[in-house]
């Protein structure tokens, strides 16, 4: 494995500390002693000096979530996501990795998603298709919503049609790269797929859905010098923007809620703060023990693909964290968060606890 | 084994705790490997391969144990326990390979109950996870060792751990009610429903401290406690360990601190003033004081008093605050000791007409057998009858060659641990045995050896269970 000079002293330091394997959403699921960052480390620290083949630990690779609770917790700043994503890289270059990635990539290639869905829910075409052609303000929905929550993206597009927003949506929304860059790392190929994304969003203002695709544009963009003349803005900083002005006015219930902070939200961009200022306008806030920059990973479609029994157990785990809190209602910003924990709610024994997305919530308020 | 043998147990075991719960994995043998013993650290970073055991079974509960022991039992094969890996004496090695029984799937929460004070839980749990519990409840568990984040319940009760304000809340031990536990043979039992009776031997205290010699524990009831309406530092700079010694006992007699810390004056210039800012010369103690406010203003005032007679320097609480705030920093990587680094933490124990004999025998066999060696200490847990010693040594250019590195290691092993024994300590305070001090057991306890012998006799006849650990 042909890694920088960096992420082999992360590699030394994490293979024998122990600090944070608690906080691995996927080991603490799964209760495998592999999934935590210091076995990752470990295992990489032996290919490293030729004691171990890659072939035997890049499985190990592709069970982490990239959801960076090790890097935050790190008192010493070390950030094993980086090492992962380095990994990946080495492990597709050597043609290594499992036939499901590279199955997700050849969907990619040819049909423009990981899924190798080709065509988009009926209702939300006829939706989108009534929006304008163009307009100052793009919805990005990303591929996650499109393809697997349609009905997801039609919320979206109809709580900003009550706000009176004018915006467009794009049928042939390009892709922000969020899928290749959580299985390839950073590559050439990576590269191209972003700037070809950033040429084609020519708005002024693009208020993006989900925050793997917000995270992309507004941290690894950047970090590659790749230019979006857009405003980029999180869903759920515009629609509390829009609380704030007056123009949305959900009215508050007496509901107790409490959100899902996440992790590309409360940690890489380090929003936690307008989510509760939507949740506040609708009710009162319940938080689980481990919210905000805490926040612990729900799941991922993406990783669902191919490992669906590990995401269904992170998302079981997750929702232990929602019903002790007490909350009424747990709300979602995500559509990964929001698919997996709707398809794993555990048994509940007294009051039951409700899954909403956040627009799912807001409508509910109008 | 012959191949068609092993894939025959390998499918019993598939049966007994599920397919994807058993992993003859490279990547599963490999983490399982190295724990966080020096010697596990140092032959893996040299390149060498530990040993590794031949199947990782993840059992869920005790019945699941239960079906794995006994597939072990019939077949003749060892079986290792792993909580979490964080260790330091090897005692989660599968030193023999075979079966390593990994706990960690066995982290359910069974029962809040507040009115008793406990919390039922699996002993694969790591225990900060407990913690969020019991905070999530407004309680909390009181233990707070600098491994929380990394051992689970069943390793602390494995090797009879402690916490930081252990002065005041106890050791593990006191922190258990019931533990329920799989023997050898496959029997699931329970102990006693509460630990505190005259109905026989404590069985806890039997297999509290066994390092999975005697049983896999599998479900533990552990205490819970009304957070301290305050909690109050004090740092002090003494004069030298032996006046900090003297406070430390009388204060013992008056009242019950939660942590109770001092460190010795090559201590006090290194590690505290790196991560507490302590730069002055002396002995650093540093002194927590909680519960009602009231009577920790009470307490306070008493220390103060103690501490005055025994010329102590009054830092303030800032000292004493930011220790708490960095409590576990000392362990990170770049605060913590680390390779190519030798070292190794002899913590011993002892009555205080004693602990202080040992702390300079101990001092000087090391620095004048080894003279490669630092030595520095701290007191951290204390009792009112005495006290125990953190003490470390430092070789900070031990041998390339790992064979000669394990040597030299076992050898100030050997000189740190037989002056302990011979000036009245134990062999360990609170990190067990294992594989690293196995072999000073019986130096230890001499003919009273025959006593764990006979129980592991008795218990485990094909002695499948944690070979060659707690020198048994």
């Known amino acids: 494995?042909?890694?920088?000079?960096?992420?082999?002293?992360?590699?030394?330091?994490?293979?024998?500390?122990?600090?944070?394997?608690?906080?691995?959403?996927?080991?603490?699921?799964?209760?495998?002693?592999?999934?935590?960052?210091?076995?990752?480390?470990?295992?990489?620290?032996?290919?490293?000096?030729?004691?171990?083949?890659?072939?035997?630990?890049?499985?190990?690779?592709?069970?982490?979530?990239?959801?960076?609770?090790?890097?935050?917790?790190?008192?010493?700043?070390?950030?094993?996501?980086?090492?992962?994503?380095?990994?990946?890289?080495?492990?597709?270059?050597?043609?290594?990795?499992?036939?499901?990635?590279?199955?997700?990539?050849?969907?990619?290639?040819?049909?423009?998603?990981?899924?190798?869905?080709?065509?988009?829910?009926?209702?939300?075409?006829?939706?989108?298709?009534?929006?304008?052609?163009?307009?100052?303000?793009?919805?990005?929905?990303?591929?996650?919503?499109?393809?697997?929550?349609p009905q997801g993206a039609l919320n979206a597009i109809r709580l900003l049609k009550k706000i009176g927003n004018d915006f467009t949506v794009l049928s042939d929304e390009p892709d922000s790269g969020y899928a290749i860059h959580f299985l390839v790392g950073s590559t050439a190929e990576t590269k191209n797929l972003f700037n070809e994304t950033a040429k084609k969003l020519d708005f002024e203002t693009i208020i993006v859905y989900d925050p793997c695709d917000a995270k992309i544009f507004l941290r690894e963009y950047k970090e590659w010098g790749i230019d979006v003349k857009s405003q980029i803005k999180t869903w759920t900083s515009h629609l509390a923007q829009q609380i704030e002005n007056g123009t949305l006015k959900p009215k508050r219930t007496d509901l107790s809620l409490t959100f899902q902070d996440h992790f590309a939200l409360a940690r890489d961009l380090e929003?936690?703060?307008?989510?509760?200022?939507?949740?506040?306008?609708?009710?009162?806030?319940?938080?689980?023990?481990?919210?905000?920059?805490?926040?612990?990973?729900?799941?991922?479609?993406?990783?669902?693909?191919?490992?669906?029994?590990?995401?269904?157990?992170?998302?079981?785990?997750?929702?232990?964290?929602?019903?002790?809190?007490?909350?009424?209602?747990?709300?979602?910003?995500?559509?990964?968060?929001?698919?997996?924990?709707?398809?794993?709610?555990?048994?509940?024994?007294?009051?039951?606890?409700?899954?909403?997305?956040?627009?799912?919530?807001?409508?509910?308020?109008? | 084994?012959?191949?068609?043998?092993?894939?025959?147990?390998?499918?019993?075991?598939?049966?007994?705790?599920?397919?994807?719960?058993?992993?003859?994995?490279?990547?599963?043998?490999?983490?399982?490997?190295?724990?966080?013993?020096?010697?596990?650290?140092?032959?893996?970073?040299?390149?060498?391969?530990?040993?590794?055991?031949?199947?990782?079974?993840?059992?869920?509960?005790?019945?699941?144990?239960?079906?794995?022991?006994?597939?072990?039992?019939?077949?003749?094969?060892?079986?290792?326990?792993?909580?979490?890996?964080?260790?330091?004496?090897?005692?989660?090695?599968?030193?023999?390979?075979?079966?390593?029984?990994?706990?960690?799937?066995?982290?359910?929460?069974?029962?809040?109950?507040?009115?008793?004070?406990?919390?039922?839980?699996?002993?694969?749990?790591?225990?900060?996870?407990?913690?969020?519990?019991?905070?999530?409840?407004?309680?909390?568990?009181?233990?707070?060792?600098?491994?929380?984040?990394?051992?689970?319940?069943?390793?602390?009760?494995?090797?009879?751990?402690?916490?930081?304000?252990?002065?005041?809340?106890?050791?593990?031990?006191?922190?258990?009610?019931?533990?329920?536990?799989?023997?050898p043979n496959g029997d699931i039992i329970e102990t006693s429903p509460v630990p505190k009776h005259a109905a026989g031997p404590d069985l806890n205290q039997i297999f509290i401290g066994s390092e999975g010699t005697l049983c896999v524990m599998t479900k533990a009831q552990m205490r819970i406690y009304v957070q301290p309406e305050e909690r109050r530092f004090r740092g002090f700079l003494f004069k030298n360990i032996s006046d900090a010694l003297k406070a430390g006992k009388e204060l013992l007699q008056k009242i019950k601190p939660s942590v109770m810390r001092l460190y010795d004056e090559a201590e006090t210039i290194s590690i505290i003033k790196k991560i507490v800012g302590v730069s002055k010369k002396g002995a650093f103690m540093n002194i927590a004081l909680e519960g009602i406010a009231e009577i920790v203003a009470i307490e306070e005032k008493i220390?103060?008093?103690?501490?005055?007679?025994?010329?102590?320097?009054?830092?303030?609480?800032?000292?004493?605050?930011?220790?708490?705030?960095?409590?576990?920093?000392?362990?990170?990587?770049?605060?913590?000791?680390?390779?190519?680094?030798?070292?190794?933490?002899?913590?011993?124990?002892?009555?205080?007409?004693?602990?202080?004999?040992?702390?300079?025998?101990?001092?000087?066999?090391?620095?004048?057998?080894?003279p490669m060696a630092r030595f520095i200490a701290h007191f951290s847990h204390w009792y009112e009858w005495g006290a125990m010693i953190y003490d470390r040594f430092i070789v900070d250019e031990p041998p390339a060659d790992p064979m000669e590195a394990l040597r030299l290691h076992n050898q100030i092993w050997n000189c740190g641990v037989r002056a302990a024994l011979a000036n009245g300590g134990v062999l360990n305070d609170h990190h067990g045995v294992g594989i690293k001090l196995g072999r000073l057991m019986k130096e230890q306890y001499g003919s009273a050896m025959q006593v764990f012998e006979a129980l592991k006799r008795q218990l485990d006849p094909n002695q499948i269970l944690n070979p060659f650990k707690l020198g048994l």
């Not at chain 2, 590794?52 to 509960?61: L, T």
């Not at chain 2, 102590?312 to 000791?337: C, M, R, S, V």
Request: charged share 20%; with cysteine.
């Open chain 1, 1 to 149: 494995m042909n890694l920088s000079q960096k992420n082999k002293e992360t590699i030394n330091s994490c293979r024998f500390c122990w600090m944070c394997r608690h906080i691995c959403p996927i080991g603490n699921a799964t209760g495998q002693e592999r999934n935590t960052p210091r076995a990752r480390a470990l295992g990489m620290s032996f290919v490293l000096r030729n004691n171990e083949k890659p072939e035997n630990i890049i499985n190990n690779i592709y069970e982490c979530s990239l959801c960076g609770a090790c890097t935050k917790e790190c008192v010493t700043g070390w950030n094993p996501v980086a090492v992962i994503l380095e990994a990946r890289r080495e492990g597709i270059f050597a043609g290594i990795v499992s036939d499901s990635i590279k199955k997700m990539i050849g969907n990619f290639e040819k049909t423009g998603n990981i899924y190798g869905i080709t065509k988009i829910d009926t209702e939300l075409l006829n939706e989108i298709k009534s929006l304008p052609p163009k307009s100052d303000t793009l919805l990005f929905l990303g591929k996650d919503t499109t393809y697997k929550n």
């Open chain 1, 271 to 366: 929003e936690t703060e307008p989510a509760r200022k939507i949740l506040r306008a609708c009710g009162s806030i319940r938080e689980m023990l481990l919210h905000g920059k805490e926040t612990v990973f729900a799941g991922s479609l993406l990783m669902r693909e191919y490992l669906p029994n590990e995401i269904n157990l992170v998302a079981q785990e997750r929702w232990n964290s929602v019903i002790n809190s007490g909350a009424d209602v747990v709300v979602t910003c995500s559509t990964a968060e929001y698919i997996c924990l709707n398809e794993n709610k555990i048994e509940q024994k007294s009051s039951v606890t409700q899954l909403l997305s956040i627009e799912e919530l807001v409508l509910k308020c109008l």
């Open chain 2, 1 to 183: 084994m012959n191949d068609f043998l092993f894939a025959m147990i390998q499918s019993e075991l598939e049966d007994a705790v599920g397919q994807e719960n058993c992993s003859a994995n490279p990547i599963d043998k490999l983490v399982h490997s190295v724990d966080y013993f020096w010697l596990s650290r140092m032959w893996a970073d040299r390149g060498r391969r530990m040993p590794e055991a031949d199947i990782i079974v993840s059992p869920q509960n005790a019945h699941e144990t239960s079906a794995v022991l006994k597939i072990a039992n019939y077949y003749k094969i060892p079986v290792t326990t792993w909580g979490a890996g964080g260790g330091t004496q090897g005692g989660a090695i599968p030193v023999c390979g075979g079966i390593l029984l990994d706990t960690k799937r066995m982290n359910k929460i069974h029962q809040v109950n507040t009115d008793s004070m406990y919390i039922e839980c699996g002993t694969g749990i790591i225990y900060k996870h407990l913690e969020d519990i019991a905070n999530d409840y407004s309680y909390t568990t009181m233990h707070y060792p600098s491994s929380l984040t990394c051992s689970t319940v069943g390793g602390f009760l494995a090797h009879r751990g402690i916490g930081v304000v252990s002065t005041k809340y106890g050791k593990i031990d006191d922190m258990v009610l019931q533990i329920e536990l799989v023997l």
């Open chain 2, 303 to 370: 220390l103060l008093d103690v501490f005055k007679k025994y010329g102590a320097e009054d830092l303030g609480n800032e000292y004493g605050e930011k220790w708490w705030k960095e409590k576990i920093t000392f362990f990170y990587p770049g605060h913590a000791l680390d390779l190519p680094q030798m070292f190794g933490t002899m913590d011993t124990i002892a009555p205080f007409d004693k602990i202080e004999t040992i702390y300079w025998a101990m001092k000087e066999s090391i620095e004048t057998n080894f």
